[in-house]
């Protein structure tokens, strides 16, 4: 097995889609794309797309291939990364992944947890109950019924939680009594690289890029999608809160830290998401390309040496 995919991983604004090009350029192949808000159309800026120089400076897939309204699970994203990382590794013996959604990552490097089909009409009626009486009684709910996936679970995460009730009340059965069956085997090995700084500068970017952001339009970007926002792909941060001054619930200052709040949070589940891979390589933000260059090369050959 001499493929590898070279995931780069990392909390938001800290420099995954550089490094992403660096490493393509060196290894002159493609990039793969797990951000999962990347994927559609109509959302730009408050996604933090490539721009079109760092697009043409490497072939990039899975960049706003996708309308809001379109439905693209994670298992759909799994089986076309796998395809095309078929079609990839024909000519090339490494591909690039970059993406700070975790769970699409790890779709692609280690593969999903296999669940049965649940009528639709069980998430209806929970997300039913979460409009109506809030994420406290999911969480009960959860509770209850999972107890050991109630420890693990972000429990401040309505769409996690409703996944997990949805096989609970579905089956009959735990959900986390299905994500201990074994997954399915790769035919590529797998090197994640991740981008690691001080949480005060993670913190310093996130807030510099939201200033950003907002100057380069995002707020005219969230007006175009205010009558969209109930879509899942709208559930972002970055639009949610704009959306809540546009309907006149805040006033705009206040939308804007709580962009900014949001968004912090949001790189903290990151980095705990991405630290439980203990053969992790962490590589400082502000490294220089041929040092970082001279870390994975030490990697890569390491993981040709297990085999």
Not at 87 to 110: C, P, Q, W
Not at 220 to 245: I, S
Request: aromatic fraction near 8%; glycine fraction near 6%; proline fraction near 3%.
């Amino acid at each position: 097995m001499n493929k590898v995919l070279i995931s780069v991983v990392g909390p938001t604004a800290i420099g995954k889609t550089r490094m992403g090009i660096v490493l393509a350029n060196h290894f002159n192949t493609e990039i793969i794309s797990a951000d999962s808000r990347q994927f559609y159309k109509e959302m730009s800026i408050g996604t933090a797309v490539p721009s079109d120089t760092e697009l043409k400076s490497a072939k990039h897939h899975f960049i706003q291939h996708k309308r809001i309204h379109d439905t693209y699970t994670v298992g759909d994203f799994e089986k076309d990364a796998l395809d095309l990382l078929d079609e990839i590794f024909k000519k090339k013996d490494i591909v690039v992944m970059v993406g700070g959604s975790g769970l699409y990552v790890d779709a692609v490097t280690s593969g999903l947890n296999k669940f049965p089909k649940v009528d639709e009409v069980v998430r209806k009626e929970l997300n039913q109950e979460f409009d109506k009486n809030g994420i406290e009684s999911l969480q009960h709910k959860l509770q209850k019924l999972d107890p050991t996936y109630y420890k693990k679970v972000d429990i401040n995460n309505p769409h996690r939680l409703i996944r997990a009730l949805e096989i609970c009340i579905g089956t009959g059965k735990p959900y986390s009594g299905f994500l201990e069956k074994p997954k399915d085997q790769r035919n590529f090995k797998v090197l994640q690289v991740g981008l690691i700084a001080d949480r005060s500068i993670i913190y310093d970017r996130i807030n510099q890029r939201v200033d950003i952001m907002m100057q380069s339009g995002l707020l005219e970007e969230a007006k175009a999608l205010l009558k969209f926002k109930d879509l899942n792909a709208l559930q972002t941060v970055g639009y949610k809160e704009l959306f809540e001054y546009l309907s006149g619930v805040w006033d705009l200052d206040f939308a804007i830290s709580e962009v900014k709040k949001n968004t912090r949070r949001f790189a903290k589940r990151q980095l705990t998401w991405f630290k439980k891979k203990p053969d992790t390589l962490w590589i400082a933000h502000d490294y220089q390309n041929e040092d970082m260059i001279t870390m994975v090369n030490k990697a890569l050959l390491k993981l040709n040496d297990e085999e």
